[in-house]
Every structure is written in C-alpha cells, then in structure tokens.
C-alpha cells in the first residue's frame, strides 16, 4: 500500500524538523508531502532540507486549498492511501499505523483520529471543547455521522476519498465539512482513537476570538450541504 | 389624466444619464477592458432601467400590480433589484473566479515540485517521478 503524508505547512519552519524525524524513525515507509501555504520563514527550504516533497503554493490558499493540493498529488502520483497530519507537531506520528488499519481492512474510507476516544494527551481548551461537542451534535444530525473528534486534522484517506476530495474540498475552517461531503458522498467514515499534543512553536491558525465565527460559519456550511439527492459524483478518472 | 411621474426636463436628463453610462458599457468592451459576459447583466438591466424611465406610466402598471401606494415606491423598489442583481451577478463571477484561481495556484505548486524534480541530480540517475 502506498502511502502520502500530507502536511500542511504555513510558517512552519521550526516545527517540522521534529515532525519529519518522529515520522522517518515511526513510519519510514510513508511518502512525505509538505505543502507550504506561502509561507514568509524557511518552510519550504527546511522540508526539503528533510527529503520531503515539497509543494509551494505561490499564493496563501489557506488550509482547505492546501490539503487539497496534497490530495491532488497523491491522485496524480496514484496513492493508495493519503494522511493528513498539521505540521505544527500536535498530531503523533506514531499513532498512523492505528489511522491507516482500517483501510487496510477495508473498514472505511476515511478514518479520522479522535482525542476523545479514550487515548488521553492534550484535549484542547473547554471553550473548544464546547464547541467540537457542538459540531459532533450538529454532524450526527444533519448527515447521521458519529464523530467525536469533528475538528481533528489527523485523518487518513483511502482511494475513494483522494478522488472526491481532489476534485472538492472546502475551503476555509474545512475538517467537519469535509467529513458530511465524504458521508454524502457514500463513504465509510471510521475513528481511532489518537492523542494530540500542543503546539511547540507559533499559534493556531484558529484564534479564540475565531472561535464563534467558526461555529457560524461550519453551522451555515452544515445547514446548506446539497440535499440528499444531488450527492457528489466520485470519480475513478485520475484527472478531476 | 394624471400628472407626469416623471417630469419632461428630469426624463431628458435621466435618459441622458442612462444612455452615457451604456456608452461607457460599450466603450469599455470595444477595448476590451470588459467582457460582453460579464457586462451582460449591466447592459440588460439598464436597458429596463431606460424603458421605464422613456415610459414612465410603466411605473403605475408595476406599483398597482405589486400593490405599492405610492408609484414613486416602486422607483426605489426597482433601484434595489438593479443593484441587488448586478450585485449577487458579480460575486457569482467572483466566486467562480476564486475557485479557478485555487485550482491554477495548485497547478503551479504540482508543476514546480515536477519540475523540481527532473532537475535534480537523482533524476539523472534513473530515479523519477511517476
């Protein structure tokens, strides 16, 4: 099985030297995919520097647009499977293999790694706790999902799911809409249980001032996913 | 009789006004600053804009079938579907443009790590890209 890491990386220069050798000495048979998001430090040149791929947005997408280069080049490079794992050092390397098991198995076709199944490590503030609780509600409801971990951004992605989200992905503020357009689509959605850690160096791209406009925004995304009848097309074709 | 909606001298000048701003239109698009496309809506819409003001008993027809008391209403009422429409026209084309732009950065960032790659000694050495 052939696997891509996707790393979305915007001013990650400092973190990512960490994440890669935690990566190469717990999954050394894993293709590695930074995309730098336009990136002002060293991103690109540090994550060269390491042996990764490196795909260098000339323009800020924000993190929707990022991932979703990565998944076009896992599409085009005829990956098997696809992990998304932030490349400010909070996701665990070492909990892949438990990420990628279920499409392995044939279990599912996305697989999303929960922090609060059990697996303890950092949980994220109470507000945002409130929040993710909120939107786990919110996706139960509207698609008949059960996600406890909506917001995570460790998430592995089986062949299926590289095709749809190639070809379409949100854009901004995108993991729990991105998880109704996978179940819409008729795709298996799994968790494992994963723990996450804080962030070494600079701050989330998620403020907590944000954090009510994000709630706003996912909910308004929720609410007018396409009905039920116009659900997304997957394709088989390499090029979306 | 009724008296004029609109009196003679103000029709004259709003046509005027009209018929410069569809000049512009047409100008801009002869020189190819403005595509026929984009600038449909602009065209149609202020062609209807010029109708009712050249035949302003139109508005009468209009303020008694929507039920608006006042004519001069459904002068305001016409105004906020003029804008509201080359509006929402224009942030379609927005937003189809930022979804083209996205997919073109993409490109570029796919094709520069390609072609990063050829470049490098290892594809010399029989190691390439798939």
Known sequence: MRVLAIIPAFNEAKNLPRLIQRFRATAPQVDLCVVDDGSTDETSAVAAGLGAT???????????????????????????AAIQIDG????????????????E?????????????????????????VGIRYLSWFLRLRCGVIVTDPTSGFRAAGKKAIALFAGI????????????????????????????EERQHGTSSIKFTGTLYYLIKVSLALL?????????MISDSKDP | MNDPLIPFRL????????????????????????????????????????AVTVFPESLRTISHVLDIKIPVNAVFALAFLYVGWNLLSLTLTNSTETVRLRRVIQECAILRAELDALRSPDANQGRSIR
């Open chain 1, 54 to 80: 490196v795909l260098r947005l000339p323009s800020n997408l924000g993190i929707g647009g990022a991932v979703q280069t990565g998944y076009l080049w896992a599409l085009r490079h005829g990956y098997d």
């Open chain 1, 88 to 103: 400010d050092g909070q996701h665990d390397p070492s909990f892949i293999s438990s990420v990628l098991a279920p499409l």
């Open chain 1, 105 to 129: 198995q044939g279990d599912a076709d996305v697989v999303i790694g929960s922090r609060f199944l059990g697996a303890g490590g950092f949980q994220s503030t109470q507000l945002r706790r």
């Open chain 1, 169 to 196: 992905y949100p854009a901004d503020y995108p993991e729990p809409e991105a998880i109704a357009l996978a179940k819409r689509s008729g795709l298996k959605v799994l968790e494992v249980p994963v723990t996450m």
């Open chain 1, 224 to 232: 007018l996913l396409p009905a039920s009848g116009q659900r997304e």
């Open chain 2, 11 to 50: 029709q004259v000048f709003a046509v005027s006004v009209l018929a410069l701003f569809l000049g512009w239109v047409v100008l801009l698009i002869r020189r190819r600053r403005l595509s026929l496309t984009e600038s449909l809506s602009w065209f149609l819409t202020t062609l209807a804009v010029m």
